[in-house]
């Protein structure tokens, strides 16, 4: 039997990364049962963390079979995400950090999703490996755990029997992939079929909006980001811009990769690919059009970089978020 401990920290939650997994575990149960393949259980599934836990400001409330000082030992532990203020959240779960570093030193898995990912790096657990996170908390994450190896691109991470999953209800492709890893790849597709889950979808890139980055107090780099955002429809040039700015290129790639994490040359690009993407969903231009329309020439280079960005080529995004796709 697995035993698996599903962590229910104090403060606000995301509910449904609490009954998700909860649910698709126990289906499992029942359908390897009625299959004949257990004539028992192979999960079982505790909520761990306070006796009673009010979410959504009392609407709903999720009892736990047990506290974290009586809880028995996990195969694996599951991290819910966590939602409302980070440090907040950080420092209201201490003891939760704690109980997951015993968890692992006890030889337990363990698996975060979204959000989560922030207490499961609070713990060190994750220093030098990769990681996974909702994309809207990437600078954030990157700022508080610089050993991390944050891969926002990814749906699923796994490394050295520790998981993690990207943003909002990607957490349903890592039950799966936890599914398949201990009852099989035939029961995966099976859970997959039943909750209408699309399975094996590996990028979450195609969902990001671009941030814009400007929680800093660097003035010339301000400007030059809403001289960007402003102009991405010309060619631009990163010697160009430094000369605008009246500042040398070296210092000007210098202080912009500081203030936005970004290289100005990167910056240039996710601001193109964003114009790009919104005239894909919203316009009827083909690909040549909304190329020139965002400063490109050259069809192979746009095609590269749209597809780098977004993990989609450009008439495959078109056709998943096109509204006259969509209509037609």
Not at 107 to 115: H, L, V, W, Y
Request: hydrophobic share 40%; charged share 25%.
């Amino acid at each position: 039997m697995k035993k698996i401990s599903i962590v229910v920290p104090k403060g606000e939650l995301i509910l449904s990364s609490v009954i998700g997994p909860f649910k698709i575990f126990n289906a499992v149960n029942k359908y390897l049962i009625e299959t004949g393949q257990r004539t028992t259980p192979y999960y079982d599934i505790k909520l761990i963390g306070l006796a009673e836990n009010a979410l959504y400001n009392g609407v709903f409330s999720i009892n736990c079979h047990h506290n974290l000082d009586e809880s028995p030992h996990a195969d694996l532990v599951i991290i819910p995400s966590i939602m409302g203020e980070v440090n907040e959240g950080l420092s209201l779960n201490k003891d939760v950090i704690q109980w997951i570093i015993e968890q692992r030193a006890n030889g337990a898995e363990i698996a975060s999703f979204c959000f989560g990912a922030f207490l499961l790096a609070s713990t060190g657990l994750v220093d030098y490996k990769k990681c996974s996170t909702h994309w809207m908390g990437a600078d954030l994450f990157r700022s508080m755990f610089p050993n991390v190896n944050l891969v926002t691109e990814k749906i699923v991470t796994e490394e050295n029997g520790i998981y993690s999953s990207g943003g909002a209800y990607s957490f349903l492709n890592l039950v799966l992939h936890l599914v398949e890893k201990y009852t099989g790849r035939e029961t995966a597709i099976w859970a997959a079929k039943v909750f209408e889950i699309e399975i094996d979808r590996v990028s979450q890139s195609h969902f990001t909006i671009f941030n814009s980055q400007k929680s800093h107090s660097d003035e010339i780099i301000l400007k030059a980001q809403e001289y960007i955002e402003k102009h991405f429809y010309e060619k631009l040039n990163v010697e160009e811009l430094a000369d605008y700015f009246a500042i040398s290129r070296r210092n000007f790639i210098r202080k912009f990769k500081k203030a936005t994490k970004n290289l100005p040359s990167e910056y240039i690009q996710r601001v193109k690919m964003e114009a790009a993407k919104k005239k894909f969903e919203t316009s009827v231009n083909n690909v040549s059009e909304v190329m020139y329309t965002v400063g490109y020439n050259d069809m192979k280079s746009f095609r590269k970089i749209f597809k780098k960005v977004t993990g989609l080529t450009p008439n495959g995004y078109r056709m998943k978020y096109s509204r006259v796709a969509v209509s037609v």
